[in-house]
């Protein structure tokens, strides 16, 4: 369901009628970026700052800028803002923390992540406990120095003169609205070549060009507390990137210009590396039983076997590599690192000449390769060189002094697989089961049974393979016993749309037992809709096979038809023309299709109708059962499931007719008892689904999702993550020859409903209370 600002009329009744004016005109677009959770956040926020009492115009503009701050880099950060102006509300005025928020955009388009924007924040923090008359003047010029500085360089400029004109408070207005010589001299030192966010998009549309597939890249404050970057890495298939770079100077100042490489190059060899590691990698390598040498050996060979690996596809790759490689240096080694740096060298140059033999000996195994698919390999050899290389006279490895110098090298954390903790095997335990459930005979049950009631703590539970009703409690035995069974976990991958990949066993479904409910409250929707069903019965008739049909007058057909025969003969007597369609032919008349209604069981679709005392629920039962009534006349082969989900751990399923299993008053108790609840993880569902679906052994196969919401569940934060799952999951279906259609009563579904569905595929309905009609007369249209 759309969330509407009405539905926070309590909060919204607290602010000033300024701010609820200008909250109405931005809702819109925060509703398309925030969450359910972070619009709660920000009207949250906006009420506790308009409860400091340091003026409308604070609000009015956290209202205005935070929708922009969450598109940029996330909504998380939005609990942070609120306590960073909660926090200084005493140690400044009300205009600086309009100021402080109003350019709070600007610093989340420059920083590009969420973790830098806090740090962004801690720096305001020192102005305000340091220089807080500079606060105001570095705020107005806040957009020249992002654009010059990265944050480390930033804070190093707050520092230096925060400390310079401690006392001066001329001179920090002054220095921070850069108008002295001091701050200028001072931004120029700390000035980086190329900043990140300046290149990144060009960076996203040439991996793109590149690989034919998109990566996720990310900033991180390399030179946050010192000049010195932080060497690139991946963590979770994310390319972490230091947010500037100077152009590379193999020489330092002596480099002559025209050997000097630009940053942008240093950039594309890093994004470059990393996809190397990320498209050729498939599992992580252990590192149990290493020491440190061995490992930063078989670093150097998976380095280049990833990078050998793209220099088939694109062999210009090499070049480009090899530029940021230190100089050939055949001379003696003194340490461990120079043998690894020449090492790494020679297995990127085609033809080597380093005459050393330990790295002679690393080339000869590794051409001796044919297939590197494998980055065993890299172990294998690594270890070879490790024994070796103990036969050699040089000091001890050490990581912090004799690491790869190629600036464009990762840190290669991506290579080893982490034994800190391990989720699958944590889930796995948590889904063991809890009790054993023992079929037993009638006898035992009464003769033996230790106690009726038995809880979750039970270690036995007995079932009986038949109900056993109980006089006194009016229920079977079998719903006395234990905890309700609950099914082995189905697990799913999901799509994540800003990495590019699947994330394998991502999502668990556990199918559950439905409840039984009063079979009246059927019989009741049946008698409120009869004239519904009295326009159904023609269209029903229409539609049900009617077995062995005769087709005549055609040219080709199975057999002569005497009639037109005689008349073809009669007009050749009569010298006329005859007409050639003397055959008759026998068509079968068969509906070769099994259809599938899936329903939201969201806890959205409890809400009451606008303007009614029915809910969505009650409708959605309504339309399902004029459904079911209506297939089950026609005879086609149906199945009726539903679904709801707390995280993706736990995906609720509910089977309330299979195919296979009649339509009775099993099935319609079962329904009665529908009632929504948890979130809508659409994407896993489907998949599940279709796999009943599947196997049905039928040409055309349906799968009819009604749903009166948008992909959502209470893990995801970033609304568009299960809206991209959701459509991986439809084209998968499509890909299996399963048509999906989605009917959505959501009347403001129409754009993110068709990028899920396709343009055809979906209906939506501006008025719900009509869903027990359309829904029948729908089926009826699509399948005719």
Not at 311 to 331: E, I, K, T, V
Not at 540 to 548: A, L, T
Not at 689 to 698: D, E, I, N, T
């Amino acid at each position: 369901m759309a969330i509407h600002l009405e539905e926070y009329q309590e909060l919204l009744n607290d602010l000033p009628s300024k701010s609820q004016e200008v909250l109405r005109a931005a809702w819109n677009e925060a509703a398309r970026v925030f969450s359910a959770r972070g619009l709660d956040n920000y009207l949250k926020g906006a009420l506790a700052l308009h409860s400091l009492g340091r003026g409308e115009e604070l609000v009015v503009t956290f209202i205005q800028e935070m929708p922009q701050v969450a598109r940029a880099i996330g909504e998380d950060v939005l609990p942070d803002v609120v306590n960073f102006l909660l926090s200084m509300a005493s140690k400044t005025s009300g205009q600086v923390l309009t100021l402080v928020v109003g350019t709070a955009p600007l610093a989340a388009e420059r920083l590009g992540d969420e973790e830098l924007f806090r740090n962004y924040l801690n720096v305001l923090s020192i102005m305000l406990a340091q220089a807080p008359r500079g606060l105001r003047p570095m705020l107005e010029n806040l957009d020249q120095l992002l654009t010059q500085l990265t944050l480390g360089g930033l804070r190093r400029w707050v520092q230096w003169g925060a400390q310079a004109y401690k006392t001066d408070f001329e001179g920090q207005a002054r220095y921070f609205s850069l108008q002295s010589p001091d701050a200028l001299s001072v931004l120029q030192s700390e000035r980086k070549g190329t900043l990140f966010v300046d290149v990144q998009r060009r960076l996203n549309i040439y991996l793109r060009a590149m690989w034919g597939r998109d990566f996720f890249l990310r900033p991180t404050a390399g030179d946050y507390e010192s000049r010195e970057g932080l060497k690139p890495y991946i963590e979770r298939h994310v390319i972490h990137i230091a947010d500037a770079y100077d152009d590379y100077k193999y020489l330092g100042e002596a480099t002559p210009p025209e050997a000097v490489i630009p940053a942008l190059e240093i950039y594309r060899a890093v994004v470059n590396h990393c996809a190397s590691h990320l498209a050729f990698t498939k599992e992580p390598l252990s590192m149990q039983m290493l020491n440190t040498t061995q490992m930063a050996i078989i670093e150097v060979i998976e380095d280049a076997r990833v990078e050998a690996l793209a220099c088939q596809q694109f062999p210009g790759m090499r070049a480009d590599w090899l530029a940021f490689h230190p100089d050939a240096d055949y001379s003696e080694p003194k340490t461990v690192g120079d043998l690894l740096n020449r090492l790494a060298r020679a297995l990127l140059e085609e033809n080597s000449d380093d005459p050393h033999p330990w790295v002679q000996k690393g080339l000869a195994l590794f051409r001796m390769e044919e297939d590197l698919s494998s980055n065993q390999i890299s172990w294998n050899i690594g270890i070879e060189l490790a024994h070796h290389l103990a036969q050699i006279p040089l000091p001890e490895y050490s990581p912090r002094t004799d690491g790869l110098r190629a600036i464009y090298r990762d840190d290669n954390r991506t290579v080893w697989e982490s034994a800190e903790y391990s989720e699958l095997e944590a889930l796995e335990a948590t889904w063991g089961p809890k009790q054993i459930r023992k079929k037993v005979s009638v006898m035992e049950m009464v003769n033996a049974l230790d106690c009726e009631f038995a809880g979750d703590d039970a270690q036995e539970i007995w079932v009986l393979p038949t109900e056993f009703y109980l006089d006194q409690e009016g229920v079977t035995i079998n719903a006395l016993e234990g905890k309700e069974p609950v099914s082995d976990p189905h697990h799913y991958h999901e799509w994540d749309y800003q990495i590019q990949l699947e994330r394998p066993s991502w999502t668990t479904v556990l199918e559950r037992r439905p409840k039984l409910g009063d079979l009246e409250l059927i019989e009741n929707i049946i008698e409120d809709h009869k004239p519904v069903i009295s326009r159904l019965k023609f269209l029903i008739e229409s539609m049900i096979p009617q077995g062995i049909q005769r087709i005549r007058r055609v040219e080709d057909g199975d057999e002569l038809d005497i009639n037109a025969a005689v008349r073809a003969m009669i007009d050749i007597r009569m010298r006329q023309q005859p007409d050639t369609r003397i055959m008759m032919r026998y068509k079968r008349s068969l509906r070769d299709l099994a259809a599938m209604v899936l329903l939201d069981m969201s806890e959205s679709s409890n809400d009451k109708v606008r303007g009614q005392d029915y809910s969505v629920m009650d409708l959605t039962r309504a339309a399902t059962v004029l459904l079911s009534d209506a297939l089950d006349r026609i005879g086609d082969p149906f199945a009726l499931h539903g679904f709801c989900s707390d995280g993706r751990h736990d995906v609720h399923y509910y089977r309330f007719k299979d195919f296979g299993e009649p339509y009775n008053d099993m099935v319609k108790a079962r329904l009665a008892a529908m009632h929504g609840s948890y979130s809508t993880r659409m994407g896993a569902a489907l998949r599940h689904a279709a796999s009943f679906l599947k196997q049905q052994p039928k040409n055309k196969k349906i799968l009819f999702v009604i749903t009166d919401g948008e992909p959502a569940d209470n893990d995801v934060r970033d609304p568009q993550y299960l809206r991209f799952d959701t459509k991986r999951a439809v084209e998968e279906l499509a890909r299996e020859g399963i048509i999906t259609y989605a009917l959505s009563l959501d009347p403001h579904a129409d754009q993110y409903v068709s990028r899920i569905f396709g343009p055809n595929n979906f209906t939506v309905l501006d008025h719900v209370e009509k869903l027990p009609e359309k829904l029948p007369m729908l089926y009826m249209g699509l399948t005719r």
